[in-house]
C-alpha cells in the first residue's frame, strides 16, 4: 500500500486530502511543518511526499532542501497558495514533480498520486 505523507499546517486543508487520498487507497500520514515531518521520517519512508510551503517552525522550501541532502528519491509534490515564479523555479530546482496551486484540482491530485504510485 502506498504511504503518503502531508506536510500541510492547515488542518482543514491536510484532512481534506489526506480524507481523498485515503479513499483512494493511500495509507496518510500528516505532519503540521517540515520539522514535524523529519521526525515522521525517522520511523518511516514514504512513497510521496506532499507539501505546503508557508508553514510555521520549517517551511516547504527549508523542508525539501534538508530532503535533498539525503534523499533524491522521494517525489515530492508541492501544493500552495503561493505559486509564485519564485517559489516554483526553486521548488522545481529542489526536484518537486509538481506544483499545483491552491485551490487545486482534486481530480488532477489524485491522479497525479496514482501515476506516481504505479
Ligand atoms: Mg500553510
Given at each position: 500500500?502506498?504511504?503518503?505523507?502531508?506536510?500541510?499546517?492547515?488542518?482543514?486543508t491536510?484532512?481534506?486530502?489526506?480524507?481523498?487520498?485515503g479513499?483512494?487507497?493511500?495509507?496518510?500520514?500528516?505532519?503540521?511543518?517540515?520539522?514535524?515531518?523529519?521526525?515522521?521520517?525517522?520511523?518511516?519512508?514514504?512513497?510521496?511526499i506532499?507539501?505546503?510551503?508557508?508553514?510555521?517552525?520549517?517551511?516547504?522550501?527549508?523542508?525539501?532542501?534538508?530532503?535533498?541532502?539525503?534523499?533524491?528519491?522521494?517525489?515530492?509534490?508541492?501544493?500552495t497558495?503561493?505559486?509564485?515564479?519564485?517559489?516554483?523555479?526553486?521548488?522545481?530546482?529542489?526536484?518537486?514533480?509538481?506544483?499545483?496551486?491552491?485551490?487545486?484540482?482534486?481530480?488532477?491530485?489524485?491522479?497525479?498520486?496514482?501515476?506516481?504510485?504505479?
Amino acid at each position: 500500500m502506498p504511504y503518503i505523507l502531508i506536510i500541510e499546517d492547515d488542518k482543514i486543508t491536510a484532512e481534506g486530502i489526506s480524507s481523498i487520498l485515503g479513499n483512494e487507497g493511500h495509507e496518510v500520514d500528516i505532519a503540521q511543518n517540515g520539522k514535524i515531518a523529519f521526525d515522521r521520517l525517522k520511523n518511516k519512508s514514504y512513497n510521496i511526499i506532499i507539501t505546503d510551503l508557508m508553514m510555521p517552525e520549517m517551511d516547504g522550501m527549508q523542508f525539501i532542501n534538508r530532503l535533498r541532502m539525503t534523499d533524491n528519491e522521494t517525489p515530492v509534490i508541492v501544493v500552495t497558495a503561493y505559486g509564485n515564479i519564485e517559489n516554483m523555479l526553486a521548488a522545481f530546482e529542489l526536484g518537486a514533480v509538481e506544483i499545483m496551486e491552491k485551490p487545486f484540482d482534486i481530480e488532477e491530485l489524485i491522479h497525479l498520486v496514482n501515476e506516481l504510485t504505479k
